[in-house]
């Protein structure tokens, strides 16, 4: 590796200006680790909540598109659209990507994000 390019990318020793390899994606120094496949952090995913109107709607919900695309919606803002009392499963059909434009989606809920603070000191 050579100023945190990965050999695999076929430069021959030769290196590119920083602005062109300055993404997380190949940036590994001593202190960070190489980034995962995935963009979001992992998330609990909830396996008990079928309804929007489970849990209080205390969790988002996760619409992801086989062609990568994936986003986090609020509960609140479905179920004003589809009604609260509407399954995960009915809802998944009516998700279109907004990259591709197909109508193929897996929707689960998963625990909201926890604050990233400092820690107690």
């Not at 609020?74 to 659209?81: D, F, G, S, V």
């Not at 009516?94 to 603070?117: D, I, W």
Request: glycine share 8%; hydrophobic share 35%.
């Amino acid at each position: 590796m050579q100023h945190g390019v990965p050999q695999e990318l076929g430069l021959g020793g030769k290196t590119l200006p920083r602005h062109l390899y300055r993404s997380a994606r190949y940036h590994v120094t001593a202190w960070t680790r190489a980034a995962s496949c995935t963009h979001h952090a992992p998330v609990r995913v909830l396996p008990h909540i079928t309804k929007l109107d489970d849990a209080l709607g205390d969790f988002v919900v996760r619409v992801t598109c086989p062609c990568g695309t994936s986003r986090h919606i609020e509960p609140e803002a479905l179920a004003r659209i589809a009604g609260r009392s509407v399954t995960l499963a009915k809802l998944a059909p009516r998700m279109r990507c907004s990259n591709c434009g197909k109508k193929v989606a897996e929707v689960v809920a998963v625990a909201r994000p926890r604050p990233r603070s400092g820690g107690r000191r």
